[in-house]
């Protein structure tokens, strides 16, 4: 049963900082990596899909690395701004496009 | 951007009492999912739909619950005699099935359990 594990649990950074939060997961047989963005109380917005092929994908200010091999994925956020607050959540994905996600990252950027 | 309904956003019921939970999927896609977060928890996997069919399902998804798409844009969850540990948010999720197969998620729905 794949286990995904997401590290630090929390985050807090001054506005301009880069994040970088990390992803693990214990099965290398993925078909995919997604990263979503959770607001409190609200659904999950996908930032960013790795095809297990790939090894990374950018978006703006995002960049999500996949190491398959390692079991490792990391979501960089540049130049963090206070609206990037919210809990970042890992999920990998299997051949039958069922996800399994982590716990999340609750990042806090600091005005 | 094309996304996913979910109503209602807030459900309250009482122990034993049924409840469906409604959502409306991206017109064109053909996987269909629930997902539920109990408070503090991981999101977990419920079941997936294809075909008019289940195509998968967790062991959390036991006889009291069950999916149906009665139309061509809707697709339920019926949970047939709530818990208490039934209260969590759940989230309907949709994927076209073709490269790359991303998942588009609700809002979800609360459900408090009384």
């Known amino acids: 049963k794949q286990e995904v594990t997401q590290i630090p649990a929390a985050l807090s950074v001054p506005e301009g900082e880069n994040l970088v939060l990390n992803c693990s997961f214990t099965?290398?047989?993925?078909?995919?990596l997604q990263w979503f963005r959770q607001d409190p109380g609200k659904g999950l917005t996908s930032l960013l899909l790795i095809q297990s092929s790939q090894r990374e994908q950018t978006s703006g200010r995002l960049n999500a690395s996949l190491d398959k091999s390692s079991g490792r994925s990391t979501l960089y956020i540049a130049a963090s701004q206070p609206g990037d607050s919210a809990t970042y959540l890992c999920a990998t994905g299997a051949n039958d496009y069922k996800l399994s996600f982590g716990a999340g990252t609750t990042v806090t950027v600091r005005a | 951007e094309p996304e996913v309904t979910q109503t209602p956003s807030h459900q309250v019921t009482q122990m034993g009492q049924e409840v469906i939970l409604r959502c409306v999927p991206i017109s064109n896609h053909l996987y269909f999912y629930w997902y539920r977060q109990i408070l503090g928890q991981k999101v977990e996997f419920l079941v997936s739909?294809?075909?008019?069919?289940?195509?998968?399902k967790s062991e959390i998804f036991d006889d009291q619950f069950s999916v149906e798409r009665p139309d061509g844009s809707n697709f339920t969850l019926k949970i047939r005699s709530t818990k208490l540990e039934d209260s969590a948010m759940y989230f309907c999720?949709?994927?076209?099935?073709?490269?790359?197969?991303?998942?588009?998620f609700g809002s979800g729905t609360q459900l408090s359990v009384l």
């Open positions: 999720a949709s994927s076209s099935g073709t490269a790359p197969e991303k998942l588009f």
């Open positions: 099965d290398s047989a993925i078909y995919n």
């Open positions: 739909f294809y075909n008019n069919e289940i195509s998968e």
